[in-house]
């Protein structure tokens, strides 16, 4: 089996899917954050109350918890 280098990493608001990203595998939680809440059309979520938890996900999911 070959593994790709490329990931689908896969972006949810209080447990909705709000998007969809592509990183290299194995990428920092800090970095993918860091890119993700930097969208437009995420930090639109982000801002409409108070982040309470990130949950990250190696390699497949980011969910923010915003109260």
């Given at each position: 089996?070959?593994?790709?280098?490329?990931?689908?990493?896969?972006?949810?608001?209080?447990?909705?899917?709000?998007g969809?990203?592509?990183?290299?595998?194995?990428?920092?939680?800090?970095?993918?954050?860091?890119?993700?809440?930097?969208?437009?059309?995420?930090a639109?979520?982000?801002?409409?109350?108070?982040?309470?938890?990130t949950?990250?996900?190696?390699?497949?999911?980011?969910?923010?918890?915003?109260?």
């Open positions: 089996m070959v593994k790709d280098d490329v990931v689908t990493v896969v972006v949810q608001v209080n447990g909705k899917l709000r969809e990203f592509r990183f290299d595998r194995g990428v920092d939680q800090d970095i993918v954050v860091e890119e993700v809440s930097q969208d437009d059309k995420i639109k979520y982000l801002s409409q109350g108070e982040l309470v938890k949950i990250f996900v190696p390699d497949k999911l980011v969910n923010f918890v915003v109260k």
